[in-house]
């Protein structure tokens, strides 16, 4: 090969390594709304509002490819240095047939959270949690959560004997965390345990071809003492057997209090003693 040639050879290899890592840059800075599906998801949700990139702000854990895309652990932190205060937290799922998991709503003037639950992988998907501040400013992450193979979870009978799921519906069960810090920061981490079908509506009983009716957990709430600590919207997406792992301020009052209502119109409430905080 020629001089001139053995030059425009180079030229070549290094404006590709260029355009290879300007696309790569390009990809890795692309903002959190990007994808069809989230472009038609997303006048629904949120309308014509815009949504920031949520980096720096709020954090997003999720399995790359879970074990078991019937119960996928979505874990949540969000905080805020500027005066704001975090007023709901939104877990998405673009590809499920329902995609807003849960919507929670914070009580009190918070400017740091964190948040646990469960939810079911219908399919691949991004998944995605929007927080809105205060102000009314929205920010958002995302994260590619793949399909491990087998059933749709939401068509998945649910686990478990039938009448026994029916009889330990509604129960709940609250898991503290040892540990605690200053009174003036939020210092009490706890899991709510809550036993519930939630029910898809698309399992099909294999013997008599139809499908088991659609309940599911329509909205849990929780106090402490008389002041909110937040309040949720589900759906079909959560996980069977709903989990919350949540932090809150300790305000003094004794007990947390638990309220939950399905979309059969049942309800159930249960009182945990917390101690009188720290």
């Known amino acids: 090969m ?10 070549t290899r290094s404006t590709s390594v260029a355009a290879v890592a300007l696309a790569l840059a390009a990809m890795l800075s692309a903002p959190a709304e990007a ?13 014509s509002r815009p949504i920031a990139d949520g980096k720096g702000i709020v954090s997003l854990k999720a399995p790359t490819r879970p074990d078991d895309v019937r ?7 969000a905080q805020l240095a500027d005066g704001r205060t975090i007023k709901s937290v939104s877990f998405i799922v673009d590809e499920n047939p329902s995609p807003l998991a849960a919507a929670f709503t914070l009580g009190g003037a918070r400017n740091k959270v964190s948040l646990t639950t469960k939810i079911r992988l219908n399919g691949q998907s991004d998944v995605r949690v929007v927080v809105e501040t205060s102000d009314g400013a929205l920010y958002m992450v995302e994260q590619l959560v793949k399909f491990a193979g087998g059933q749709a979870s939401c068509s998945a009978p649910p686990a478990g004997d039938p009448a026994e799921i029916a009889a330990n519906m509604g129960k709940m069960a609250l898991e503290q965390f040892p540990g605690k810090v200053a009174a003036s920061q939020i210092n009490k981490k706890v899991k709510l345990a809550i036993n519930h079908p939630n029910h898809t509506g698309m399992v099909m009983d294999q013997i008599t071809l139809l499908y ?39 305000n003094g009052a004794e007990q947390l209090h638990v309220g939950l209502k399905d979309t059969s119109g049942q309800s159930w409430t249960k009182s945990f003693p917390i101690g009188a905080g720290s």
Do not use: C, H, Y
Request: no cysteine; aromatic share 8%.
């Open 212 to 250: 088991t009716p659609l309940l599911m957990v329509e909205k849990v709430e929780v106090r402490q003492g008389d002041e909110l600590v937040f309040d949720v919207a589900g759906s079909i997406t959560l996980a069977q057997n709903p989990e919350i792992e949540f932090d809150f301020k300790v």
């Open 2 to 11: 020629s001089t001139a040639g053995r030059n425009f050879a180079a030229r």
């Open 71 to 77: 119960a996928v652990p979505l874990a949540v932190e």
């Open 35 to 47: 994808g069809p599906t989230w472009d038609a998801l997303k006048p629904d949700l949120f309308g």
